[in-house]
């Protein structure tokens, strides 16, 4: 299992333990979280490229993971995905820029091409 499906492992692992802790409060993030990636004005891709500037931003290795892996799924290209990602950099600089490691890593752990 490479890196970054392993924090996506982590990421199934967290929620599940926190459905059990507080079911109350993941359904309602589960429910924001639903209505908010939904495609409405914005398309699935669109809503993960921008949440992989997000994910940079945040500087968030699990948050990259996911929304990188979201990005591909949704039929984005490996350069619409480092195009987005460097948005965050834009707005953040040298900080966000390292986190740009991560997303190549990722891009080329999920198989983008």
Known sequence: MGEYTKKLEEIKELVGRLQKESPEQMEAFHKFMFAIEKPTALDTKVKELINVGLAVAAQCEWC??????????????????????????????????????????????????
Request: hydrophobic share 50%; no cysteine.
């Open 64 to 113: 990259i993971s996911l929304h990188v892996k979201g990005a591909l799924d949704a039929g984005a290209k490996r350069e619409e995905v480092i195009d987005a990602a460097m948005q965050a950099v834009l707005m953040h600089g040298g900080p966000a820029l390292m986190y740009m490691i991560q997303v190549e890593k990722a891009l080329d752990e999920f198989g983008a091409k």
